[in-house]
Antibody, heavy 115, light 112 residues
Framework: EVQLQQSGPEVGRPGSSVKISCKASGYTFTDYVMNWVKQSPGQGLEWIGWIDPEYGSTDYAEKFKKKATLTADTSSNTAYIQLSSLTSEDTATYFC????????WGQGTLVTVSS | DVVLTQTPPTLSATIGQSVSISCRSSQSLLHSNGNTYLHWLLQRPGQSPQLLIYLVSRLESGVPNRFSGSGSGTDFTLKISGVEAEDLGVYYCVQGTHAPYTFGAGTKLELK
């Protein structure tokens, strides 16, 4: 059974950075790209980008290229997203979702930006 | 970027009613490899999204067969044949043919 365990809620001050993890199990970590998706409060879904854990290659939506950094550690089957220069616009729930067609989803990690 | 337009934004249904949701793309979603990367998700209140249909019409394992998907090119439809209470939530189409991947704005299914 595929399981994705994301790290807990984060509170970040404006201008700071946060790093969220997504630990995968139940499948071969390098078989699927890992997508990251943002959901602002009460809003829809927004694709941030993906990372190919096998090669470390990444692709980002244009608006997230300076905001998000995706990494992956194949030794621990864990993917990460770091969000930098936090503003109130970054307050959202962030999901990891492997596979080309979003077949699996983590439980989401709430990031709150507050001073 | 590819824009996915979902209609209607809100859908009110009674239990047992059949309903359809449309997803129209600003560009053809037929990939050069012959696949069409258009998928449907359901997000129940307070939950993560779940995959219902992938590659236009393929039913994800464990998803009831009252859900079906159809379409090609730029026009796609999700049909629920006999709404059940557990089907309530927000439905999203998502495309993975063209980078960046994009989602429709969602269709909220409510009980009438």
């Amino acid at each position: 059974e595929v399981q994705l365990q994301q790290s807990g809620p984060e509170v970040g001050r404006p201008g700071s950075s946060v790093k969220i993890s997504c630990k995968a199990s139940g499948y071969t970590f390098t078989d699927y790209v890992m997508n990251w998706v943002k959901q602002s409060p009460g809003q829809g879904l927004e694709w941030i980008g993906w990372i190919d854990p096998e090669y470390g290659s990444t692709d980002y939506a244009e608006k997230f290229k300076k905001k998000a950094t995706l990494t992956a550690d194949t030794s621990s089957n864990t993917a990460y997203i770091q969000l930098s220069s936090l503003t109130s616009e970054d307050t959202a729930t962030y999901f990891c979702a492997p596979s080309d067609w979003f077949a699996y989803w983590g439980q989401g990690t709430l990031v709150t930006v507050s001073s | 970027d590819v824009v996915l337009t979902q209609t209607p934004p809100t859908l009110s249904a009674t239990i047992g009613q059949s309903v359809s949701i449309s997803c129209r793309s600003s560009q053809s979603l037929l990939h050069s490899n012959g696949n069409t990367y258009l998928h449907w998700l359901l997000q129940r209140p307070g939950q993560s999204p779940q995959l219902l249909i992938y590659l236009v019409s393929r039913l994800e394992s464990g998803v009831p067969n009252r859900f079906s998907g159809s379409g090609s090119g730029t026009d796609f439809t999700l049909k629920i044949s006999g709404v059940e209470a557990e089907d309530l939530g927000v439905y999203y189409c998502v495309q993975g043919t063209h980078a960046p991947y994009t989602f429709g704005a969602g269709t909220k299914l409510e009980l009438k």
